[in-house]
Every structure is written in structure tokens, then in C-alpha cells.
Antibody, heavy 122, light 110 residues
Framework: QLQLQESGPGLVKPSETLSLTCTVSGGSISSPIHYWAWIRQPPGKGLEWIGSIFYSGSTFYSPSLKSRVTISVDTSKSHVSLKLTSVTAADTAIYYC??????????????WGQGTLVTVSS | QSALTQSASVSGSPGQSVTISCTGTDNDIGSYSLVSWYQQYPGRAPKLIIYEVYKRPSGVSDRFSGSKSVNTASLTISGVQTEDEADYYCCSYAGNSLRVFGGGTKLTVL
């Protein structure tokens, strides 16, 4: 059974870089029909799409975050990584890793990690 | 790429039908039949309950149904049960491999 587990620092200082890792187990990280996405949710608020990475290595980022986001895959470690630079308090959120492509390569995420809370504060 | 619009809350009594609406634009809901819906309980990750406007993943109750008209998608829960009390989020493909979510609707079962 596919499992995703996010990990990383729970506290990041303003202006620094947020770095998270999603460990994938129980399934192939190299599936050509799926993609990997990062989604976040500020405490008590709604979901926000951050971006995704496909089997080809192509990445697609939300226009509002594009200048600060990098998503990458390390197939040797079954890791999907997220880096967000120059963080502010507005980046405080639960960050979710998810696998997309349910029902087809354009399908939505169906498998999600449990999420990890990242707080931006000095 | 603005968030889709959902009403903040909706309520219903057990056994009633409840409909949650999600309004987008010509650039997302209006252009693609790739609307999905998620159910989220407090402290839990979202769960996919509808994809491609009306399709249900295996294991999802047939009390959940979806539809779309022009730029508005809808989720209907028939015969609402107390266990359905949760937050519901719509999500639409928006082109260029991007997706946009709605702000979420809190369902209260009275």
C-alpha cells in the first residue's frame, strides 16, 4: 500500500529556506502515469496548490510561488523534495505531499501524506 | 489563478440532501471536466471523493455525487449522515498542469 511521509524542520526563521522531504514507500516513485505534488494549508484555512513534478522531470509551479519554489525527485532514495526560499509568516502551514494521476495522467491527487506543520517565526 | 469560490458553510439534518457549490472561471472549471472534490476531517489529510466531475473512487459511498454546469461545479450528498460532517474542498485543473482549490465548505449535520 502506497504511503507518503513528510519530514523536515517544524520551525523556520523568516527569510530562510524551507526544505521538506516526502518519503514514498509501497509504490514506485518512477511511475510514468503519476505525478508528485506539494499542497499546503495554513492553520484553519483552505488548501493551496504549490506545484508538481512529473516522471519526465518537468515541474509546474503555482504562479504566486513560482519565483521561490523548487520541487525535485531523488529516485534512489524514493524522495520528493520541496524547497521554498525567502519565507515569511504567510508561509506557515501544514505541507502535504501527494501523488496525482488518479484515473489518468491528468487526474487529481488521491494519495496524501499526513502532512507536516511548518511554522515561520524568529 | 484565483481560488475557486465556495460558501463557507452549509448544514442539513440527517437524511436530507445537501448541495455544495463551487464557482470558477472560463480558465478552470469552464474549460475542463477535471473537477474533483475532497473531504477533510479535522487534523486529517484530505480524501478524494469525486474526480472528473462525477466519478467516484472505489470505496466512496454512492451518496456522494458531482455535476458541473458552465463555470460552477456541485457536490451533492444524499441522505446526509453525522459521519459526513467535515470540510469539503473542490479542485479544478487550470491548465499547464496546475490545479486550483476552493476555499472549503464546512458541513454541519444538525
Amino acid at each position: 500500500q502506497l504511503q507518503l511521509q513528510e519530514s523536515g524542520p517544524g520551525l523556520v526563521k523568516p527569510s530562510e529556506t524551507l526544505s521538506l522531504t516526502c518519503t514514498v514507500s509501497g509504490g514506485s516513485i518512477s511511475s510514468p502515469i503519476h505525478y508528485w505534488a506539494w499542497i499546503r494549508q495554513p492553520p484553519g484555512k483552505g488548501l493551496e496548490w504549490i506545484g508538481s513534478i512529473f516522471y519526465s522531470g518537468s515541474t509546474f509551479y503555482s504562479p504566486s510561488l513560482k519565483s521561490r519554489v523548487t520541487i525535485s525527485v531523488d529516485t534512489s532514495k524514493s524522495h520528493v523534495s520541496l524547497k521554498l526560499t525567502s519565507v515569511t509568516a504567510a508561509d506557515t502551514a501544514i505541507y502535504y505531499c501527494a501523488r496525482g494521476g488518479y484515473g489518468g495522467s491528468s487526474g487529481p491527487p488521491s494519495h496524501w501524506g499526513q502532512g507536516t506543520l511548518v511554522t515561520v517565526s524568529s | 489563478q484565483s481560488a475557486l469560490t465556495q460558501s463557507a458553510s452549509v448544514s442539513g439534518s440527517p437524511g436530507q440532501s445537501v448541495t455544495i457549490s463551487c464557482t470558477g472561471t472560463d480558465n478552470d472549471i469552464g474549460s475542463y471536466s477535471l473537477v474533483s472534490w475532497y473531504q477533510q476531517y479535522p487534523g486529517r489529510a484530505p480524501k478524494l471523493i469525486i474526480y472528473e466531475v462525477y466519478k467516484r473512487p472505489s470505496g466512496v459511498s454512492d451518496r456522494f455525487s458531482g455535476s458541473k454546469s458552465v463555470n460552477t461545479a456541485s457536490l451533492t450528498i444524499s441522505g446526509v449522515q453525522t459521519e459526513d460532517e467535515a470540510d469539503y474542498y473542490c479542485c479544478s485543473y487550470a491548465g499547464n498542469s496546475l490545479r486550483v482549490f476552493g476555499g472549503g465548505t464546512k458541513l454541519t449535520v444538525l
